[in-house]
């Protein structure tokens, strides 16, 4: 009989933290709509950079394979999206910051200064590096097996 006690009062304490979780998310919302509309502008006169940031934190938490069919996607620059994916990648996949040996403030004045098409070139030529760098050493391990 305790143990059945015990199970109800567990399941009764996780079903209150979840509720207090929910409760804080949604009071953190409108407490944030609240402070950024008294202090700043309405939340709805924000547009895309307010919708961008409410898209980024969700979509942190998406398997890979999900983020392609993502409504979230929609509200944020193909840039963002891309460079998360490089948070995602094998580590000798170097980002285009890394492959131009910028600093991170140096590489986010010149993200600020380009448009979505220059930055792709940037993100395109790194993974083409990281491709010919794969068949190469593909090509050392085939050879190396051969020679066994």
């Given at each position: 009989?305790?143990?059945?006690?015990?199970?109800?009062?567990?399941?009764?304490?996780?079903?209150?933290?979840?509720?207090?979780?929910?409760?804080?998310?949604?009071?953190?919302?409108?407490?944030?709509?609240?402070?950024?509309?008294q202090?700043?502008?309405?939340?709805e006169?924000?547009?895309?950079?307010?919708?961008?940031?409410?898209?980024?934190?969700?979509?942190?938490?998406?398997?890979?394979?999900?983020?392609?069919?993502?409504?979230?996607?929609?509200?944020?620059?193909?840039?963002?999206?891309?460079?998360?994916?490089?948070?995602?990648?094998?580590?000798?996949?170097?980002?285009?910051?890394?492959?131009?040996?910028?600093?991170?403030?140096?590489?986010?004045?010149?993200?600020?200064?380009?448009?979505?098409?220059?930055?792709?070139?940037?993100?395109?030529?790194?993974l083409?590096?990281?491709?010919?760098?794969?068949i190469?050493?593909?090509?050392?391990?085939?050879?190396?097996?051969?020679?066994?």
């Amino acid at each position: 009989m305790c143990k059945e006690y015990d199970l109800f009062g567990i399941d009764a304490v996780d079903e209150e933290i979840e509720f207090v979780n929910e409760i804080g998310e949604r009071l953190r919302s409108e407490a944030m709509k609240l402070a950024v509309g008294q202090n700043l502008f309405p939340v709805e006169q924000l547009g895309a950079p307010y919708r961008a940031l409410r898209a980024f934190r969700p979509l942190i938490f998406l398997e890979t394979s999900e983020m392609g069919s993502s409504p979230l996607i929609q509200d944020l620059p193909p840039s963002i999206v891309l460079h998360h994916l490089y948070t995602r990648g094998p580590d000798e996949l170097e980002s285009p910051m890394q492959k131009n040996r910028l600093s991170p403030k140096q590489y986010s004045l010149w993200l600020d200064s380009q448009k979505e098409d220059q930055i792709w070139k940037g993100v395109k030529a790194t993974l083409d590096d990281y491709a010919s760098n794969w068949i190469i050493f593909r090509h050392k391990i085939t050879s190396f097996l051969q020679l066994k």
